[in-house]
């Protein structure tokens, strides 16, 4: 087991999660991708919202898919504004 694996094993246990909900490639996936296109800042946040979205009843791979197709679309030149006010 990767330390990942364990982590998440972990994480969901102490937080009563299924495990199996836990899809880990298309959450790193999402990461990156939120990370790449809009801004490095906008991976954990947007990890979270898509948490959110999917414990309100929203199906993890459509909630992904969704995201995934917001942030390919995003446009190149906001990035720089993305950061926020901390200036991540």
């Not at 790193?28 to 990890?47: G, I, M």
Request: glycine share 8%.
């Amino acid at each position: 087991m990767s330390t990942l694996e364990e982590w998440t094993a972990a994480v969901c246990a102490d937080l009563g999660l299924d495990p199996a909900a836990a899809d880990t490639n298309v959450l790193l996936d999402l990461a990156r991708d939120a990370a790449h296109e809009v801004a490095r800042p906008a991976a954990p946040l947007t990890a979270y919202l898509v948490g959110v979205a999917v414990g309100r009843g929203l199906a993890l791979q459509d909630a992904a898919a969704r995201v995934r197709a917001l942030a390919a679309a995003w446009p190149r030149g906001s990035r720089e504004k993305a950061a926020g006010p901390r200036g991540a």
